[in-house]
């Protein structure tokens, strides 16, 4: 994740919660927040939750984020675990009030393979420019299947044009079916974001398939970088 905001003309400073919570480091010094995956908050099951809990239920985190959130001069990124921690905030980031909490995989196991996406129109500021594209990304996580109160709810945020990307089969057609929707989540959502489009959550790894290297394929002609790279240049320039 560092690498592709560095690649992306970023600062990246590595903060540990206990950085905020013992006061360390101040949110406010900071344009962009990432919230990692790969196991982050310890390889357990919930470790997402746990972490969002380790924020709102201290004082000094809890003031720190919401103030972060509450910026208009903010954006902020979740995948895989930062996934399902900030969908655990959504009480505290603008906008986020209809997101869904990402429980246990339909399949019941981990599951780590390349899938493929469809990125659609939202207002998110990372995914600008992007609507259309369809693009394989790692997927690497055990609790990534969207939760809604029920199907209905889940048809309706389906609608609000707060979906920014969603797993699709070989016709580009949007699908729960496994395992090219790893997860089995309603309707292939899989990236979220705010309807300020500031805070942008998703479960696959895009930072882990930024090098066209790293794709599972892509064409002998494409440069270093693959179209992963523009979410993070994306930033990049919303940030100025």
Known sequence: MAAAFD??????????MTDILEGRVHLEDFRGLAACGGF????VLGAGEGWAKSILFNDRARAQFEAFFDREDTFALGVCNGCQMMS???????????WPHFVQNQSDRYEGRYVSLKIEESPSVLFKGMAGSVLPVAVAHGEGYAEFADRSTAEV?????QVSARYVDGHHTITEQYPLNPNGSPLGMTALTTTTGRVTIMMPHPERVFRSSCMSWAPVDWPEDSPWMKLFRNAREWVG
């Open 40 to 43: 982050s908050y310890g390889d």
């Open 157 to 161: 945020f389906s609608s609000s044009g």
């Open 7 to 16: 690649r992306a003309g970023f600062q990246a400073i590595d903060v540990h």
């Open 88 to 98: 655990n905030l959504k009480s505290i980031i603008p906008g986020a009030e209809a």
